[in-house]
Nanobody, 117 residues
Framework: VQLQASGGGLVQPGGSLRLSCAASGMIFTINAMHWYRQAPGKQRELVASITSGGSTNYADSVKGRFTASRDNAKNTDYLQMNSLKPEDTAVYYC????????????WGQGTQVTVSS
């Protein structure tokens, strides 16, 4: 599975961005998408997850501000980020897990999100 991430950029505090992660290749109906971020000098952090059934989970630090969604017809996942804070600055990664005859674990290339005035 190949993942193409996009949508990062520079935004002022309080602003919004939407990240996208498009999947192609050998994908399966049962899958999950996880969104991670890694700030300089910090460990990678799981911020949001969404399953093929539509269930979502969020880190406490982003709950109420970030929303994971997906367009199954386009095999594309989105992470809508609102009310952004400087501490949201990080490289964001999408990680898709497909559950077929074997588990396929795929990563996007990472996209930089910078929240600064």
């Amino acid at each position: 599975v190949q993942l193409q991430a996009s949508g990062g950029g520079l935004v002022q505090p309080g602003g919004s961005l939407r990240l996208s992660c498009a999947a192609s290749g050998m994908i399966f109906t049962i899958n999950a998408m996880h969104w991670y971020r890694q700030a300089p000098g910090k460990q990678r952090e799981l911020v949001a997850s969404i399953t093929s059934g539509g269930s979502t989970n969020y880190a406490d630090s982003v709950k109420g501000r970030f929303t994971a969604s997906r367009d199954n017809a386009k095999n594309t996942d989105y992470l809508q980020m609102n009310s952004l804070k400087p501490e949201d600055t990080a490289v964001y990664y999408c990680n898709r897990i497909d559950y077929g005859p074997s588990r396929i674990d795929s990563w996007g290339q990472g996209t930089q999100v910078t929240v600064s005035s």
